[in-house]
């Protein structure tokens, strides 16, 4: 039987070293000679599995494992192998909706409690009663402190319609409330603003997604129409995304000419530009972190190189290189970092950040916990420009 097994084997090692040398599969490993070493090194490690490997060996997984090492080869931090389902994850993250029940979570890393740290507005979570602060205790009966989040998320989602049973700890006195919510299509509410004192209006964004100008334009609309005369936007911890959108929201505030551009490894310049009339002339602060990135920072430099607004905050992340996701037709994908960005002026800022004109770290206030040293800093630089 073992021989028998043997003579497979090495009939299908001959096989694949023969279509190998015909060149109809040494696509899959690149053009250059040493496909044919990385094929042949690869049934060898399939062989001494099959034959040696104590535990079970699962074909698909084993697949996966050569498609993430293979980018992960490459030691960029940006360029990824996406299965299915993570390919799922992010194309819901672009496009900024998904089936769900409309709430941000965190989770305590010391304790595993998982908290409802957003409700968003008008969200099934709303709806059922759930509220900024509950404590998710039970997903469906199960307790879910300590649980992966993410596989908790996941639970949350599902198709529209469909009812999903939840118990949370409420308040002081630890009150056990259970309600169910009918998931829904949720668009991920990336844009809050509201208005501070001396009508300076404020504008936070989380992340540049696909539903992100909009509700920036819809923000910007609504604090005008309430008087706004100063303008601080909060890029703190944003990680960046859609480098589209973020010229989209630059091209309502800077003048007629280049917004950014990339170049990839050929030298291709492409250029983004803004055709608008100024539209919004407030005085303008811009609040920006170590964890502002990417995008961020495209929107940031451009501020700043053409003087529309002070930078104020900490160095930024310094991500100056953007990423393509590229389709493998079977519902996986790859993201490939495939050019470096620079600002209006020239400035490239990967690993090095935008450094902020009025430079504030952030102070902690114990006796006041809602108070915010960097606002207040951006705030007063645009009351002086007023």
Not at 5 to 15: M, P, T, V, Y
Not at 97 to 118: E, H, M, P, Y
Not at 122 to 132: F, I, N, Q, T
Not at 268 to 275: A, F, I, L, M, N
């Amino acid at each position: 039987m073992n021989n028998k097994k043997r003579f497979i084997q090495g009939a299908l090692l001959g096989a694949l070293v023969t279509l190998l040398m015909t060149g109809i599969i040494s696509f899959w490993f690149g053009p250059k000679a040493v496909s044919l070493r990385t094929a042949y090194k690869l049934s060898q490690l399939n062989r001494l599995i099959h034959e040696n490997y104590l535990g079970e060996a699962e074909e698909d997984a084993l697949g996966e494992g050569i498609y993430k090492g293979y980018l992960e080869a490459l030691d960029d931090q940006y360029s990824k192998y996406y299965d299915a389902e993570e390919t799922s994850q992010l194309n819901e993250n672009i496009s900024g909706q998904f089936n769900g029940i409309g709430a941000l979570l965190s989770q305590d890393k010391d304790t595993g409690v998982i908290t409802l740290i957003r409700v968003y507005d008008d969200s099934p979570a709303m709806k059922a009663g759930l509220e900024d602060g509950d404590v998710l205790y039970k997903v469906e009966g199960s307790e879910v402190t300590g649980r992966d989040i993410n596989k908790v998320v996941a639970e949350l989602k599902g198709e529209k319609g469909t009812e999903v049973t939840l118990t949370v700890i409420r308040g002081n006195d630890n009150r056990e409330l259970t309600v169910t919510a009918v998931r829904d299509v949720v668009k991920k509410q990336t844009v809050d603003y509201r208005m501070l004192e001396d009508d300076i209006a404020y504008v936070a964004v989380s992340e540049f997604d696909s539903v992100t100008y909009d509700q920036y334009k819809e923000a910007l609309d609504d604090l005008e129409n309430q008087g706004a005369r100063g303008l601080v936007i909060d890029l703190r911890n944003n990680p960046g995304g859609s480098l589209e959108i973020a010229c989209e929201m630059l091209d309502l505030i800077l003048p007629k000419g280049l917004i950014v551009y990339t170049e990839d490894k050929n030298g291709y310049r492409k250029e983004y530009t803004s055709d608008s009339s100024e539209r919004m002339k407030l005085p303008l602060a811009v609040l920006i972190n170590g964890q502002s990135a990417s995008a961020s920072e495209i929107f940031a430099g451009a501020i700043q190189d053409y003087e529309k607004g002070k930078i104020v905050g900490t160095q930024s992340y310094g991500k100056g290189v953007v990423q393509g996701v590229f389709d493998l037709g079977d519902g996986t994908c790859v993201k490939l970092t495939t050019s470096e960005y620079f600002t209006p002026k020239g400035r490239h800022i990967d690993g090095k950040g935008v450094t902020p004109d009025i430079e504030v770290e952030y102070e902690y206030d114990e006796k006041h916990p809602e108070a915010d040293n960097q606002l207040e800093k951006a705030v007063e630089a645009v009351k002086k420009e007023q």
